[in-house]
């Protein structure tokens, strides 16, 4: 059984499948790793499309991601066409290390006994370590217990299976909602505030130079020991780790990051930006200036952009001096792209869904759900380019040491 190969992203083949949205971003979880979704419903009749092209497109899918941590998700019903055992091992055995190494979660939902029975052995067969990283989901509710995925990224099609399957009493009856736990509540000191509640609790009165005592905690320790470090900021902590330092910040203690590991400092600068209240970067500003940002802009044009930023951030001192700042410093890390892998472009990728929202949530059992194959792929293909804009006008503004004066 030969090994396929990644397809080509300039492949016919390559946008043909890509349509079918077979496997599509949903957002990051909370420890800022990119979630995968892998969705059966969208498999097309094999009769019609190779499946070893289907296969070789969700190996170059991953390859986009697999330098550092993801969670993948596979929503295995319903789905009108299945693949064969046979395939199945196949697709196993192409998932080598590449793949298997930063996957820290596999979460499949729905698998019938059958099937459930050919990943076990297709586990035992290739990699027992594998093992441990998958999961087996009986429901919506226990995934989302145990992944924060978005509703709009949950099709209709498997929310539908779901009630369906309840109704008939085949699937577990629909579970309570899970126990809150009890735990005093604190106001964070650092975490999930606004910049102007952080510069009020340290007593910072001049706001257009203003930059949170966290950010400079985090950043001066990767400036010291992170700069050399390849992947910065692609790799991911231990959850544990992750979670004491963030609490010790909320609680406002002096926290020796030193003693972590980088990517701790990593994950929580990312986790700072994304947990603001309102984004650093609107969606807006994105729809407003990227139009002005191609490769044939004029000088008018990019000054016409460089003015409308000023502009949008001219009554906001604090948002223009952290954006100032973080920009600044994801400049100075691509300084050193020849150790640490980490080039403009590439912070530009990972750092654009902490600082840009993108699409408004939806509801995943109501009528604002995706109900269809067509809707699916026209909301996917929405956030997609809402992405790919957002990056771009995220690496040209790293780009523009002059764009906050």
């Not at 055992?85 to 979460?107: G, H, I, M, T, V």
């Not at 001049?206 to 320790?221: C, E, M, N, Q, S």
Request: proline share 4%; charged share 25%; hydrophobic share 40%.
């Amino acid at each position: 059984m030969s090994r396929v190969q990644p397809l080509s992203h300039y492949s016919p083949e390559f946008r043909g499948i890509s349509e079918l949205n077979i496997i599509y971003e949903a957002g990051l979880d909370a420890d800022s790793r990119p979630i995968l979704v892998l969705c059966a419903d969208n498999l097309p009749d094999p009769k019609v499309v190779d499946y070893d092209l289907i296969l070789g497109f969700i190996l170059a899918r991953l390859d986009e991601f697999v330098e550092s941590d993801y969670v993948l998700i596979f929503f295995s019903s319903p789905a009108k066409f299945r693949p064969s055992w046979l395939w199945l091992l196949q697709a196993y055995r192409s998932l080598d290390r590449k793949y298997k190494k930063n996957l820290k979660a596999l979460y499949v939902l729905h698998l019938t006994r059958t099937y459930r029975i050919i990943f076990d052995l297709a586990n035992k067969m290739t990699s027992p370590k594998f093992a441990r990283k998958l999961h087996y989901i009986a429901s919506l509710h226990e995934l989302q217990s145990q992944v924060s995925i978005s509703n709009k990224f949950i099709p209709r099609s498997v929310v539908k299976y779901e009630q369906e399957e309840a109704a008939k009493g085949i699937a577990q009856r629909r579970q309570p909602p899970l126990p809150e736990r009890k735990r005093e509540e604190r106001v964070s000191l650092a975490f999930g505030r606004s910049l102007e509640d952080l510069a009020g609790i340290e007593g910072v009165i001049a706001l257009g130079t203003y930059v949170p005592k966290v950010i400079l905690t985090l950043t001066h320790h990767l400036r010291a020991f992170g700069f050399d470090s390849e992947g910065l900021f692609r790799k991911s902590p231990s959850s544990k780790e992750l979670r004491l330092v963030k609490e010790a910040f909320n609680r406002g203690e002096a926290v020796d990051v030193s003693i972590y590991c980088i990517e701790v400092s990593t994950a929580l600068v990312k986790v700072f930006i994304r947990e603001l209240p309102n984004p650093l970067i609107s969606l807006n500003t994105v729809k407003d200036i990227a139009d002005l940002l191609t490769s044939q802009s004029s000088e008018e044009q990019v000054n016409l952009a460089k003015s409308k930023i000023r502009a949008l951030y001219n009554n906001k001192p604090c948002e223009a001096s952290f954006l100032k700042f973080i920009l600044a410093f994801l400049r100075d890390v691509s300084q050193h792209s020849d150790k640490n892998k980490m080039t403009i472009h590439n912070l530009a990728v990972v750092f654009t869904p902490n600082l840009i929202r993108f699409t408004e949530e939806k509801d995943v059992s109501g009528k604002h759900a995706l109900d269809s194959h067509h809707a699916a792929i026209v909301d996917a293909n929405l956030c997609m380019s809402q992405m790919n804009q957002g990056i771009h006008l995220v690496r040209w503004m790293m780009t523009q040491k002059d764009l906050f004066i």
